[in-house]
């Protein structure tokens, strides 16, 4: 089941700037949200905030109601249980000594206590979900010899071992290519719809944006810039603001994503 999840009044502050300011928004259970917005609009930010990565200068952040900084460490470390991020590629060390099943599961331990030897049960997950991401032959083979993509699928298998209710994802199609990048979202698109769980990804490419997304979030300097449909923020003059160009949606894709030349750039 998907996690709730529901932003107010949030500023984030940092060297003395502010860098997230009042932002509003409310995510539902089961929901697949994309976020937006160009290089520094504070997307990353935001994410590791509603990760409980970065505590506010001022605001609130809810999850199923609960309130994720106002929780003693030990509430708060079981809630961020329940959350799968998957931070920017450039933030995780690849050159880590870790076969790809010992990295899947890592999030099989947030699951036992600190040194608590991992059962057979956790084995049996980590096998499931290196097998329904169609990696398990990858399982023995060295984190860091594996390409781009395959990194991606052990790095979201690490997140669902976790049993999450909320999955967070920056910019997982990064330095992928075109394939990988449709790849990587079909996957996550089609994980919400099986289990259920609530998605927040980050995304600079419109052609990993699913068109059956339930929302699409843009940010600009920092505020929250538009929500709402994705056809209806990526043609909005908010977008055009964001990344100064206007785009007009133009015939649908047949394999439901946005793509670039499905929109015509407007003279
Ligand atoms: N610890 C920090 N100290 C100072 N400035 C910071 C800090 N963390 C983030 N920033 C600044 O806040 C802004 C937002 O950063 P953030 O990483 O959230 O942007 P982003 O939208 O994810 O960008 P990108 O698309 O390039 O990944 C940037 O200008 C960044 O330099």
């Known amino acids: 089941m998907g996690a709730e999840l529901k932003i107010s009044n949030l500023s984030i502050r940092a060297s003395g700037r502010e860098i997230l300011k009042d932002i509003n928004l409310s995510i539902c259970p089961g929901e697949y949200v994309n976020i937006i917005g160009a290089n520094g609009a504070g997307k990353t930010t935001l994410l590791k905030a509603a990760a409980g990565l970065k505590r506010p200068a001022s605001g609130k952040i809810s999850f199923d109601g609960q309130d994720i900084y106002g929780l003693g460490w030990w509430k708060k470390t079981n809630l961020q249980k329940r959350i799968g991020y998957i931070p920017q590629s450039a933030e995780y060390n690849s050159e880590l000594p870790f076969t790809a099943g010992e990295v899947a599961a890592m999030g099989r331990v947030s699951a036992r206590r600190l040194f608590e030897r991992l059962k057979s049960e956790d084995q ?105 449909s994705s056809e209806k923020v990526l043609a909005s003059e908010e977008f055009e603001k964001a990344y100064g160009r206007r785009l007009r949606l133009s015939d649908s894709q047949a394999d439901g994503f946005f793509e670039f030349p499905g929109f015509k750039a407007e003279d």
């Open 124 to 228: 049996a997950c980590v096998d499931e979900w290196l097998g329904k991401l169609h990696i398990k032959e990858l399982k023995n083979q060295p984190f860091s010899s594996l390409s781009g993509g395959e990194k991606q699928k052990v790095l979201i298998a690490r997140a669902l071992t976790q049993n999450p209710s909320l999955l967070i994802l920056d910019e997982p199609s990064a330095n992928l290519d075109f394939y990988w990048k449709k790849e990587i979202s079909r996957l996550v698109k089609d994980l919400q719809k099986a289990l259920g769980i609530t998605v927040v990804m980050v995304s600079h490419e419109i052609s990993a944006i699913p068109q059956d997304s339930d929302k699409t979030i843009l940010l600009r300097e920092g505020a929250l810039a538009g929500q709402g």
